[in-house]
C-alpha cells in the first residue's frame, strides 16, 4: 500500500492531507474495517507535519469516516468505518468538517430539511419505505445508545431517500455523520427511549398514510423531544 501514497506538493496542510486520505481510500477500495497507514508512515509519505496528519484523521473521524486506534506496528492507523458516498458528500463532509457547527445550527438546519423531506415522501405514493420499517426494527432492538442511534440515522436517512430529492438525500447523510455525536449524547441524557421511538413510528404512520401535513408536524415534535432544551 506505500507505493500508492503520493506526497502532498502544497503546503496548505491539513485540507490537502484529506483530500488525498478520501482519494486512496476510493482508488485502493477500501471497505469498512480496513485500516489506514499509522500518523508517523502518513505524515513520511505525504511529507508533511504529524499535526497536519493528526488533524485531517481527526475530522475523517468526527464526520465518522474513520475509527482511531491505539498501538504500534501492524496495529497502528484508523480503522475504516465508512466510504464516501460520492464527491458531492465528500465535499459537504469537508465543508461541516471545518465550520464547528453549534448544537442548535445542526438542529435548526435538520429541522427545516426533515420537515420538508417527510412532507414529501408522503405526498410520493410510490415512495420505498423498507427501509424504514427496518430502521424502527432496529431501534426496537438496540440495547446500548450507540446500537439505538445506528438506527435512527438508517430511519432519518431514509426518509431523505424516500423524498425522492437526491440533493437533499446526499445533503441528510453529511448533516447526521457530522450530528452523531450529538445523538448518541441525547438519547444517554434521555435514558428510556420509548418517547423517541413512538414519534418514529408517528412519522411512519404518517408518511405511509400520505398526510404531509402530519409528516412534517411528527418531525419537529420528535426534535423537540430529543433535544429539549433548545426549544424551550
Not at 485502493?28 to 499535526?51: C, F, I, M
Not at 491505539?70 to 484508523?78: K, L, N, Y
Not at 450507540?146 to 440515522?153: K, L, N, R, T, Y
Amino acid at each position: 500500500m506505500a507505493a500508492n501514497w503520493e506526497p502532498v506538493k502544497r503546503t496548505r496542510t491539513f485540507e490537502d492531507v484529506l483530500a488525498r486520505i478520501e482519494q486512496r481510500i476510493a482508488e485502493d477500495g477500501l471497505k469498512p474495517g480496513d485500516r489506514l497507514p499509522g500518523e508517523r508512515q502518513l505524515a513520511e509519505q505525504l511529507r508533511v507535519g504529524r499535526s497536519s496528519v493528526r488533524e485531517a484523521l481527526r475530522v475523517l473521524e468526527t464526520l465518522g469516516v474513520v475509527s482511531s486506534q491505539a498501538g504500534r506496528g501492524p496495529d497502528a492507523g484508523a480503522v475504516l468505518t465508512s466510504r464516501p458516498d460520492s464527491p458531492l458528500t465528500d465535499l459537504l463532509r469537508l465543508h461541516l468538517g471545518l465550520t464547528g457547527l453549534e448544537l442548535r445550527e445542526v438542529i435548526e438546519t435538520r429541522l427545516m430539511i426533515e420537515q420538508f423531506a417527510a412532507a414529501n415522501a408522503a405526498r410520493r405514493g410510490d415512495a420505498e419505505l423498507s427501509a424504514l420499517d427496518d430502521a424502527v426494527a432496529a431501534m426496537e432492538r438496540a440495547r446500548t445508545a450507540e446500537e439505538f442511534v445506528a438506527g435512527d440515522i438508517a430511519f432519518h436517512c431514509a426518509i431523505a431517500d424516500a423524498s425522492g430529492n437526491r440533493l437533499i438525500a446526499a445533503f441528510m447523510r453529511s448533516l447526521r455523520d457530522s450530528a452523531r455525536r450529538y445523538a448518541v449524547e441525547a438519547v444517554e441524557r434521555l435514558a428510556d427511549t420509548s418517547v423517541l421511538r413512538a414519534d418514529h413510528r408517528r412519522i411512519l404512520a404518517a408518511i405511509r398514510s400520505g398526510d404531509p401535513e402530519e409528516a412534517a408536524r411528527a418531525v419537529a415534535d420528535h426534535l423537540r423531544h430529543a433535544y429539549p432544551a433548545l426549544f424551550a
